[in-house]
């Protein structure tokens, strides 16, 4: 399977307790981004990254939240500190920086539990 | 304010029936897609749509896009059962260097078999 992948794909932790998430993009895909999606709404950006350089932040991301992409190829997401209202699922995504607007690919999410 | 607005929230059709969802953006489109989702699953891209007045179809699903209402419309001829889910609109409303997606609530589809 050479989609975008994401682990683990279920996550519960108790407040107060720091969660890492990680995504693999597809192989070719210079982009990646990473969104937030509570029940019964769409997905909301969170964050951005060309390469290994993340090059938008939403005000969503708050000072608890850090992703990375060290080598350009697969990202991680930190949360610090979980609140309850951090409970969503964490959806990852990738394009290819062919044109200025291509498709996003998405994973499978990341579904967090906050206690 | 929501930026995308879709209709209808949801949706119960009995199978073989057409329908339609519309996606109507408050603001200037740069690019417009369709996604489908399943419930606690990530979204599968069905479609995008760039230019006015393009149409795309996928199997028995097209996309519309009207420019100037700032407008796309997803329909689906004969429902089955396998075309239940979410049906998402996202959409690009920045200029060049923004590559953050925009997404409505959502439209929830169920086809009765």
């Known amino acids: 399977d050479t989609g975008v992948s994401q682990d683990p794909r279920h996550k519960i932790t108790k407040r107060g307790q720091n969660v890492t998430f990680r995504c693999d993009p597809i192989?070719?895909?210079?982009?990646l981004y990473w969104y937030r999606q509570t029940l019964g709404q769409g997905p909301e950006f969170l964050t951005y990254?060309?390469?290994?350089?993340?090059?938008?932040k939403s005000r969503l991301l708050s000072d608890r939240f850090s992703a990375e992409r060290p080598k350009g190829s697969f990202s991680t997401l930190e949360i610090q500190r979980t609140e309850q209202g951090d409970s969503a699922m964490y959806l990852c995504?990738?394009?290819?920086?062919?044109?200025?607007?291509?498709?996003?690919?998405f994973g499978p999410g990341t579904r967090l539990t906050v206690l | 304010s929501q930026e995308l607005e879709q209709s209808p929230q949801s949706l119960i059709v009995q199978e073989g029936k057409n329908l339609t969802i519309n996606c109507t953006s408050s603001?200037?489109?740069?690019?417009l897609y369709w996604y489908k989702q399943k419930y606690g699953e990530g979204l599968i891209f069905l479609m995008m749509?760039?230019?006015?007045?393009e149409e795309k179809s996928h199997e028995k699903i097209t996309a519309k896009l009207d420019e100037k209402k700032q407008q796309s419309s997803l329909h689906i001829t004969a429902s089955q059962p396998s075309h239940a889910g979410i049906y998402l609109c996202?959409?690009?409303?920045?200029?060049?260097?923004?590559?953050?997606?925009?997404f409505g609530k959502g439209t929830k589809l169920s086809v009765i078999p």
């Open positions: 996202g959409a690009y409303h920045s200029g060049a260097g923004s590559y953050q997606l925009t």
């Open positions: 603001k200037t489109l740069y690019g």
């Open positions: 192989s070719e895909h210079n982009r």
């Open positions: 990254f060309q390469n290994e350089a993340q090059l938008e």
């Open positions: 995504a990738s394009s290819s920086g062919l044109n200025s607007y291509n498709e996003q690919f």
């Open positions: 749509l760039q230019k006015g007045g």
